[in-house]
């Protein structure tokens, strides 16, 4: 929950941090940067704890937590940008507010006008709704498989590894556009 209200701010953040001719190229490497580590993330915990136990995993965990606030506020402000007025020497920081409803009704008028936008955001809510059995691993490590600390790490691991090889494969080898319509 508390990455869908940072996620936006640290998105928003990069167009204030990077030069707006570089832009673009930051936006790239940050989108893939995060889905690198979203990926890797959970088989290298999965390793930790297989190979340096619990506790060492969550002191590691806590060390790359802390350097990253640091390094965030390493980051200096920037002033407000400006918007002028027309007909006035006078520029103002902040846009008119809308009303709330308002908002909402224009919101949800554009997710439902564009389909896939639409279609996006259905398939993350069935995602987030049927990926829940993750939370599952940890049972099925200790009450299930009965296999342990270490057993739990690869377990952790296995999916990612699966999402890495099929990366790899689909890299090697893409799905060709022929092939794709053979199976509609």
């Known amino acids: 929950m508390l990455r869908s209200f940072v996620g936006p ?3 928003a953040m990069i167009a204030t941090i990077v030069p707006k001719n570089l832009l673009q190229n ?3 490497w940050n989108q893939g940067t995060w889905l690198s580590a979203s990926v890797t993330g959970h088989a290298v ?3 930790l704890i297989a190979f340096i136990g619990i506790s060492s995993t969550i002191l590691v965990i806590s060390s790359l937590i802390l350097l990253s606030i640091i ?3 390493q980051l200096k402000p920037k002033p407000p ?3 002028p ?3 006035s020497d006078v520029a103002f920081t902040k846009q008119p507010e809308k009303k709330t409803w308002e908002s909402i009704k224009e919101g949800l008028a554009f997710v439902f006008q564009t389909k896939a936008l639409l279609a996006a955001m259905a398939l993350d809510m069935f995602a987030v709704l049927f990926g829940g059995a993750v939370a599952m691993i940890p049972v099925f490590a200790s009450d299930i498989l009965k296999i342990g600390p270490k057993g739990f790490g690869w377990l952790n691991a296995a999916t990612d590894i699966g999402a890495i090889f099929i990366v790899v494969i689909l890299t090697l080898w893409p ?3 022929h092939k794709v319509e053979k199976c509609l």
């Open 85 to 87: 007025v027309e007909g």
């Open 9 to 11: 701010c640290f998105s």
């Open 26 to 28: 930051a936006t790239t």
């Open 175 to 177: 799905i060709k556009k």
């Open 71 to 73: 390094f965030l506020f």
């Open 81 to 83: 940008i400006q918007i």
């Open 45 to 47: 915990g999965g390793f």
